[in-house]
């Protein structure tokens, strides 16, 4: 039988004026009591249910009181247990107390304060000690469960390492791949045309350069690198007397011809879709003849209407193919800048690439990287001539803001000098 001990008394007591006494006055404070006047019958009762206090005499003649409450803890070890006696040497009782057989003791004749005040005092504590099991056992299994959830989490990063590990392994075979598979495009070209071959060599290294910079994003990095590989895949379609025609003398071509060679963007489009499908390593491709004023091939795209990517890789393009030298490619880039080309992206390739060799004390930098405090170390000027900010000059806040003003209306395309 269970019984909840929350309110419940067992007293023990061979007398039944003082087994009634304590009852009576316990049942007052809506106690729950049970009296028995045998401590054989009330360890067979304690057996078949729980109590939160046991108080017992001590002088009983089927056994005392102390020894009926040592067994009783052996029954219900939780429940707290109450000596009442007349004559007991205080040795005794403070050695039971300190060895918890018992809470407290009661001295007859007892104080109606001192016994409610004494079972208050128990029940508080039988409520402290069930809490405490209560904790205990959640306690246990939690950690049982913690225990649990760890160990299938072990097993979960063990399997998610060897996924990972398999993938990185994917991933390098992946990647090489993907790198012979560029070679492989640049030794078709090579074969096709030694000229097209050496060209795109000299592209990756320069794309290599400008994408290793903070001004490119992780896509439009790859999309730069990308596309300096395959970019010119397209020029496989178009015939061999006509590449050399239009390097040797580009001004004998029919419009006919010039069509075919502006629509190569396209075709190399096309073909890199085979090798590396993402549509921004695509639209560089197709935009990398591109002129900043929107008068290059083939969809007339101007200004940032062009990719980044494309735009840098155009002033790569125009250094390489200019077939000049280069001093005279670098020349040409300049004078073409803010019309063919964009300037920052002209300015990037001048500083990432260091074809020209500066004074140690200067050096090159592109519009968005001035800073308050800067001291240029050659003027800058407006695509007509106009200064607008002297050599030597040290640049403040307000003085940038009004450069870069100027660019948006009219693009500054000078190279950027300034002191270390």
Not at 249 to 258: F, K
Request: glycine content about 6%; aromatic content about 6%.
């Amino acid at each position: 039988m269970k019984t909840n001990p929350s309110d419940s008394i067992l007293i023990v007591d061979d007398e039944p004026v003082v087994l009634n006494a304590l009852k009576l006055t316990l049942e007052r404070e809506k106690y729950s009591v049970v009296a028995c006047s045998s401590p054989v019958k009330a360890l067979a009762i304690l057996e078949e249910r729980d109590f939160a206090l046991i108080i017992s005499d001590q002088r009983m003649p089927e056994m005392l009181g102390l020894d009926f409450l040592i067994e009783s803890r052996r029954i219900r070890p939780n429940a707290s247990r109450v000596l009442i006696t007349a004559v007991l040497s205080l040795p005794t009782i403070v050695d039971a107390i300190n060895k918890g057989e018992i809470f407290r003791f009661v001295a007859k004749p007892w104080l109606r304060e001192e016994l409610l005040a004494t079972v208050r005092n128990a029940f508080h504590r039988h409520e402290l000690i069930v809490r405490n099991d209560v904790l205990q056992a959640q306690t246990q299994e939690l950690n049982a469960r913690l225990m649990t959830a760890n160990s299938e989490l072990e097993q979960k990063v063990t399997v998610l390492e060897e996924q990972r590990q398999k993938l990185d392994v994917f991933n390098r075979e992946l990647g090489a791949r993907y790198e012979s598979s560029l070679e492989l495009c640049r030794r078709i070209l090579t074969a096709y045309d030694p000229v097209l071959g050496g060209q795109a060599k000299a592209l990756v290294e320069f794309a290599n350069k400008m994408s290793e910079s903070e001004h490119f994003t992780e896509s439009e990095s790859h999309a730069l690198r990308s596309a300096a590989w395959l970019s010119d895949l397209g020029l496989i379609g178009v015939s061999r007397e006509l590449l050399r025609t239009f390097r040797n003398n580009p001004t004998q071509l029919t419009e006919r011809e010039l069509a075919t060679l502006h629509n190569h963007p396209v075709y190399s489009q096309t073909l890199a879709a085979l090798v590396d499908a993402r549509a921004d390593v695509g639209e560089t491709i197709r935009a990398h003849h591109e002129n900043f004023d929107g008068t290059g091939y083939p969809d007339g795209l101007a200004g940032k209407g062009i990719p980044w990517p494309a735009r840098c890789l155009s002033v790569a393009v125009g250094f390489v193919e200019s077939g000049q030298s280069k001093q005279a490619a670098i020349d040409s880039i300049l004078t073409k800048s803010g019309s063919a080309y964009d300037p920052e992206a002209v300015r990037l390739f001048l500083k990432v690439t260091n074809l020209v060799h500066l004074p140690r004390q200067v050096r090159e930098i592109l519009l968005e990287e001035l800073e308050p405090g800067m001291v240029l170390a050659s003027g800058i000027y407006s695509p007509h001539g106009l200064l607008l900010v002297g050599e030597g000059q040290s640049l403040g806040s307000s003085t940038i803001a009004k450069i870069r003003s100027h660019d948006q209306i009219a693009p500054i395309n000078q190279r950027l000098l300034v002191f270390l």
